[in-house]
Every structure is written in C-alpha cells, then in structure tokens.
C-alpha cells in the first residue's frame, strides 16, 4: 500500500499491525508511511518506539533519516553511525547501505576524508555496490579528484543507470 501511495489505507493497516503486535518493524513501517505523508513528529514518534524496542542498524538509520530532514545533520551522523557499528555480517548490503548514508552525511558536512573511509567500507563490504560508487565519485570531485571520480561515477551510473546515476556523471563530465 505504501508502495503504491495508498498512504491512508498504509497507514491505517500500519497502525493495526502496531496495536496487535508490537513488533519494532511495524513501528518502522508506520513511521516510513507518516514521514511519506508529512507526518514528521508522528513519524519521529513511531521510530523513537522502534529504537526503544530494538536498537539496530534499521531503527538508528530511519531516526538519523528524521535528523537528517529536521536539518541536524550532526545528530544523522551520530545516529547512522550507530547503524554502521550495529550492522551484522550476515547482511551485508544493509551495512554497505549504512556506510554510503554515512558517507553523504560527512560529504554535506564537508569532511571529505572521513566520507572516503566511509565509501571504503561500504565498497570492502559489497565491491560493485552503485550508491557506494556513486558517493565516492561525488566525493572526489569534492577533493578535485576529477579523473578519479569520473571513473567511479562511470562504473555507478554502468551498474545503476537510473536518472540520479546519469545526472551525477553528465554534471561530472561537462565540468571536467
């Protein structure tokens, strides 16, 4: 439903699923479905209750999603930061999604070397993962890396040709 913005039938099954059973991921799903709406206190109110269930890579990554819009960009950072030191080795694509988060956080912030290391570690984690390859390239040519970061950007935009990919290369490509 969510997925198809149906956001009020959503949030309606969401809310069921909440008071039937308590689960930390139904708190996550309500709380996805209120940030779609708009609803960002009732939002940050049902990630605090996943947290508080469950703190792990899912719950810190959604809260550091509502720091991240309310502007604290220190406190995303902090919070997808204990999303990358809960991620589990058994899920590698999820802590490789955590480090690239992370990465675009310190781009925002402008410490440049420490996104680096975070693109690093999400790239040791999955080798060809796109979002990780495309941060990096974007990061490098926020070092005036240019010919480094148009090689990464040409392999993302290769293994993920979706608008945001070819937008970052084209942007890249026409300034160097």
Known sequence: LQSLHRFSDAETAARKLVTLREFPFDYGVLGDILIDQGKLREGAAAYQKMVDLRPDLQSYARAAHVRWLTGDLSGAIELISLATAAASPNDPEAAAWAFTRLALYQLQRGT??????SCD???ALQSDYAPAMLARGRTLWALNHSAEALVELQRAAKLNPLPEYQWALADTLTLA
């Open 121 to 123: 570690a999400a790239l």
């Open 112 to 117: 440049t070397k420490q996104a680096l290391q």
